[in-house]
Nanobody
Framework: QRQLVESGGGLVQAGGSLRLSCAASGRVFSRYNGGWFRQAPGKEREFVAAISWTTSSTVYRDSVKGRFTISRDNAKNTVYLQMNSLKPEDTAVYYC?????????????????WGKGTLVTVSP
């Protein structure tokens, strides 16, 4: 059974850093594009970042450009999200995602696999 498991969430002060990890079982990431979405309280889930499994090309939402970095280790079937200069508005549950096409990973409807999420809380 294919599964995505996130870790690394927690409470951090504004300006701090966290590194999220997403470990895949069942060879999910060996040929899939990886991504991160987030959902803040009372808001819809939104795209954060994605990485191509073929070229390692990356895409970010504008509000996290220059602060977040997505990376992957195919040998470990793991995708990472390094988050620096965190802001209170980054507070959300962060979800790992996988999709077969790089365009698909950019939208919720295109995701094939979801993790259960990890909570990131940024205090002022």
């Amino acid at each position: 059974q294919r599964q995505l498991v996130e870790s690394g969430g927690g409470l951090v002060q504004a300006g701090g850093s966290l590194r999220l990890s997403c470990a895949a079982s069942g060879r999910v990431f060996s040929r899939y594009n990886g991504g991160w979405f987030r959902q803040a309280p009372g808001k819809e889930r939104e795209f954060v970042a994605a990485i191509s499994w073929t070229t390692s090309s990356t895409v970010y939402r504008d509000s996290v450009k220059g602060r977040f970095t997505i990376s992957r280790d195919n040998a470990k079937n793991t995708v990472y999200l390094q988050m620096n200069s965190l802001k209170p508005e980054d507070t959300a549950v962060y979800y790992c995602a996988a999709a077969p096409d790089f365009t698909s990973i950019l939208r919720i409807s295109g995701v094939d696999y979801w993790g259960k999420g990890t909570l990131v809380t940024v205090s002022p």
